[in-house]
């Protein structure tokens, strides 16, 4: 009976996929694509805070059903959303998407990967960011990053950090009756209290009872390392960067 089912879902899924994969569909899921993806994907999918979907690599799955579910249910425990269109749109969105990673785009960078490895460690960058479980807590996780970001906004991470700043890295600052200055990501916060990931000592709650002054810095904490490396280390380094891939999922 399931089988029958499990069956008779993929055969809809086919047909479906198939229907819409003409120069109508791929024309109309461009235009949703334009609306609702570009903002993070880029114009026609070439990246940008989201990863260009041009090269034709898929970490999370390739096939039509793994698209469809990528992008009606988004990406669990990443910034890909869910997002909700009929059944037709997203078949016009995955034979669009199909269609632009048909003849894969894999640009050769020009930066050399081992010396942006050494770079990443001796310019300091280690010491904010994890990069497979090694380095620091004060910036983001980069284990990953060269899949999940377009390279020219790895480029602008680094010389213009302050250019997006996502909020879970706004910088709370306090300044507390006693006369204590604390500062740290806000993690949270409520009527009564804040908890913040305090840079000198980890987590930590204060409540607002206790406030002389509070506010938060919306810049980023990471320094710009436009004068700090030359253009041929900052090549090396994006290199470094825009190879720490995620493993693809095996299905
Ligand atoms: C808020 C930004 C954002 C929006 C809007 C967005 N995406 Fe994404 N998307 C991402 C990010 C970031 C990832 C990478 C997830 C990861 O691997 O960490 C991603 C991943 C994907 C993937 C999987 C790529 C792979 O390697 O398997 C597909 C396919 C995709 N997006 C398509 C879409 C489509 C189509 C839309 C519009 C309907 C869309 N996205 C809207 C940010 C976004
Ligand atoms: C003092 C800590 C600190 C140092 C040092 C630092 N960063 Fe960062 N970095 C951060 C923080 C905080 C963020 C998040 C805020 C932002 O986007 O600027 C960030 C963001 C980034 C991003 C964007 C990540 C994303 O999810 O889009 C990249 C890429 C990056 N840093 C690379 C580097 C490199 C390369 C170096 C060394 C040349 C470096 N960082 C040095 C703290 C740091």
């Known amino acids: 009976m399931l089988l029958v089912m499990l069956a008779g879902a993929s055969l809809a899924a086919a047909q479906s996929a198939s229907s819409q994969a003409t120069p109508a569909g791929r024309a109309a899921g461009e235009k949703i694509f334009r609306a609702h993806c570009a903002g993070c994907h880029g114009v026609a999918g ?31 425990g990443t910034a890909m959303p869910d997002q909700f269109f009929t059944g037709a749109q997203i078949w016009q969105i995955v034979a669009y998407v199909r269609s632009i ?35 620091g807590v004060r910036g983001p ?9 377009s ?14 700043v ?25 009527t009564y209290a804040i908890q913040m990931l305090d840079f000198a000592d980890g987590l930590r709650m204060v409540n607002r009872a206790d406030f002389k002054d509070f506010g938060i810095d919306r810049g980023s904490s990471m320094p710009s390392y436009k004068d700090k490396l030359s253009a041929g280390e900052l090549d090396d380094v994006v290199a470094f960067l825009a190879g720490l891939e995620r493993p693809r999922e095996k299905k």
Not at 60 to 69: I, M
Not at 141 to 149: A, C, E, N, P, T
Not at 151 to 164: F, M, N, Q, W, Y
Not at 177 to 184: A, I, L, T, Y
Request: a neutral charge; aromatic letters at 6%.
């Open 166 to 190: 996502e909020n879970a890295y706004w910088v709370a600052k306090v300044i507390t009756k006693d006369g204590k200055n604390h500062s740290g990501f806000l993690m949270n916060q409520d």
């Open 46 to 76: 070439v990246g940008g805070t989201g990863p260009s979907l041009t090269t034709g690599v898929f970490y999370h799955g390739s096939t039509d059903a793994d698209l469809y579910k990528n992008i009606t249910q988004g990406i669990e």
């Open 101 to 135: 990673s048909a003849t894969p785009v894999r640009t050769k960078l020009p930066g050399n990967a081992t010396h942006g490895a050494e770079l990443f460690a001796s310019k300091g960058c280690s010491g904010c960011h994890l990069v497979k479980g090694e380095g």
């Open 151 to 164: 390279v020219a906004h790895l480029r602008e991470s680094i010389t213009d950090p302050g250019a997006k």
């Open 141 to 149: 996780d980069l284990s990953v990053i060269g899949s999940q970001r």
